[in-house]
Nanobody, 129 residues
Framework: VQVLESGGGLVQTGGSLRLSCTIS????????MAWSRQAPGKEREAVAC????????SYGESEKGRFTISRDNDKNTVYLQMDSLKAEDTAMYYC???????????????????????WGQGTQVTVSS
């Protein structure tokens, strides 16, 4: 499985960024997808998840109302639209598909880090005040 994140950058507080993540090497539309992030000195945390069909989503408390996860199964790509960015959103952002044994899983919400693997190399998001 290959995972390639892109779209990170430097943005001012209140600004927006759209992250993209393209997956290859698996049947993309079979798998839930997740975005996570890790700031220096902090543990990785789940940011948003979307089920395999794209009809169901789940967000961390601090992301609700500001971030939107979506996917295009024809392009094997998942997106994270981030609006109203804050300095505390500064982190490396990663995406991953659900573990193979969870393909086409019906349980929702399921947005724990342990449900996903094959994380990519990440894309850096820096929000300046």
């Amino acid at each position: 499985v290959q995972v390639l994140e892109s779209g990170g950058g430097l943005v001012q507080t209140g600004g927006s960024l759209r992250l993209s993540c393209t997956i290859s090497g698996l049947r993309f539309d079979y798998f839930d997808m997740a975005w996570s992030r890790q700031a220096p000195g902090k543990e990785r945390e789940a940011v948003a998840c979307i089920n395999h069909s794209g009809l169901l989503t789940s967000y961390g408390e601090s992301e609700k109302g500001r971030f939107t996860i979506s996917r295009d199964n024809d392009k094997n790509t998942v997106y994270l639209q981030m609006d109203s960015l804050k300095a505390e959103d500064t982190a490396m952002y990663y995406c991953a598909p659900a573990k193979k044994e969870l393909a086409l899983g019906g349980l929702w919400p399921r947005c724990g880090l342990s449900d996903f693997d094959s994380w990519g190399q990440g894309t850096q998001v820096t929000v300046s005040s």
